[in-house]
């Protein structure tokens, strides 16, 4: 079992910048691949990035240019660091872990309000 906590999120203004923390614990366990994923009212969860174990990348196109993905498996947390915020932006944010072992994991969500 693997926990997932998210925190960063809050209330920004049109242009600046946040940076999501998630910190996974649990014992014995490997994170393969790590992904931020966004949900906005009365639309679906949709892949904001994610990240593999070997570093590569994949951002959906509208975070391209202005997101990045990132861990420190050391630490066993992941981040994404969002510039250029823009009230389409506005959304629940969801980490989320899969497993070397196949286990997929969420976190509770944290709230991103970008204001115009």
């Known amino acids: 079992q693997v926990q997932l906590v998210e925190s960063g999120g809050g209330l920004v203004q049109f242009g600046e910048s946040l940076r999501l923390s998630c910190a996974a614990s649990g014992r014995d366990f490997r994170i393969y691949s790590r992904g931020w994923y966004r949900q906005a009212p009365g639309k679906q969860r949709e892949l904001v990035a994610a990240i593999t174990s070997g570093g590569g990348t994949n951002y959906a196109d509208s975070a391209k240019g202005r997101f990045t993905i990132s861990r420190d498996d050391a630490k066993n947390t992941g981040y994404l660091q969002m510039n250029s915020l823009k009230p389409e932006d506005t959304a629940v944010y969801y980490c989320?872990?899969?497993?070397?072992?196949?286990?997929?994991?969420w976190g509770q969500g944290t709230q991103v309000t970008v204001s115009s």
């Open positions: 989320n872990a899969a497993l070397y072992t196949g286990g997929t994991y």
